[in-house]
């Protein structure tokens, strides 16, 4: 099986349009590996740079210092980060890969105290036993609770975004455009989710996203990001970690 590739635009509810990209590596023989910068890189330019031609980013980061927040652990060992707050990380769901087992996602309880392999904390869990699972008038995981360590609640209204999702046959790698009026409004957090099971996924989490969100293919950058509406033209962000797809 190969890396397929999969570009749409995807006409929401209301009548809004966005872009979405995705990439739909073969579950079997694909590795997922978390990359860490300690000074922040702008992901495409680091992938090609680095060889490494399939990534998406990774977890949400503080600024100044800049830092992970949430749990990041890359071959066993734990990387200094930011914890999450008010004892919602045994909640916050993570990407956790080691060798010789399946790539997953669910809630950090689920792995244990030390799991193998690498780890990385995002969320919120967006599907889980081939359902959706995200409700927008939900906070399981705290992310309204501690909105206070983001720019603004996250889970709220659209934006750009992006998640890695898990079907029996694929690693499904996605990211969509927006914050561009009359041209890409971004997803909630719902249609996200809607679209990951479009996709076939069975189990997806949501990454980092607004300006960092980015999704390289083929060594190139895929998707648009904006930070802002008045921003002249699409830019990656520095950003702090990344998930790796490596072909094994």
């Known amino acids: 099986m190969t890396i397929a590739y999969d570009l749409r635009r995807r006409t929401l509810a209301d009548g809004a349009v966005t872009t979405v990209y ?27 740079a680095q060889g490494e031609p399939e990534a998406i980013i990774g977890g949400f980061f503080l600024r100044d210092p800049f830092r992970p927040l949430g749990e990041l652990r890359r071959d066993g060992a734990a990387i200094e980060h930011a914890p999450v707050a008010d ?9 956790h890969a080691a060798p010789g087992a399946p790539v997953a996602v669910g809630p950090r309880a689920a792995f244990g105290d030390d799991p193998p392999g690498d780890l990385l904390q995002a969320g919120p869990l967006l599907m889980a036993g081939g359902a959706v699972v995200h ?8 992310f309204s609770a501690t909105a206070t360590q983001f720019d603004s609640d996250i889970t709220v209204g659209r934006h750009p975004r992006a998640a890695l999702g898990l079907s029996d046959d694929h690693v499904i790698a996605v990211a969509c455009d ?15 989710a809607e679209v990951l ?4 996924a069975t189990d997806a989490i949501n ?23 008045d921003q002249p033209a699409p830019k990656s962000r520095p950003i702090v970690s990344a998930l790796l797809l490596h072909a094994v």
């Open 178 to 192: 927006g914050r561009r009026s009359g041209v890409d409004a971004g997803l909630t957090m719902g249609e996200l």
């Open 207 to 229: 990454l980092d996203g607004g300006g960092s969100t980015t999704l390289v293919h083929q060594g190139h950058l895929l998707n648009r990001p904006y930070s802002e509406q």
């Open 135 to 142: 409700a927008d008038d939900a906070d399981p995981e705290g």
């Open 87 to 95: 004892g919602f990380a045994p909640r916050r769901a993570v990407v």
């Open 197 to 200: 099971r479009d996709l076939g």
């Open 22 to 48: 995705a990439t739909l590596h073969p579950r079997a023989t694909t590795r997922v590996r978390v990359a860490h910068f300690p000074q922040p890189r702008r992901l495409d330019v680091w992938c090609a």
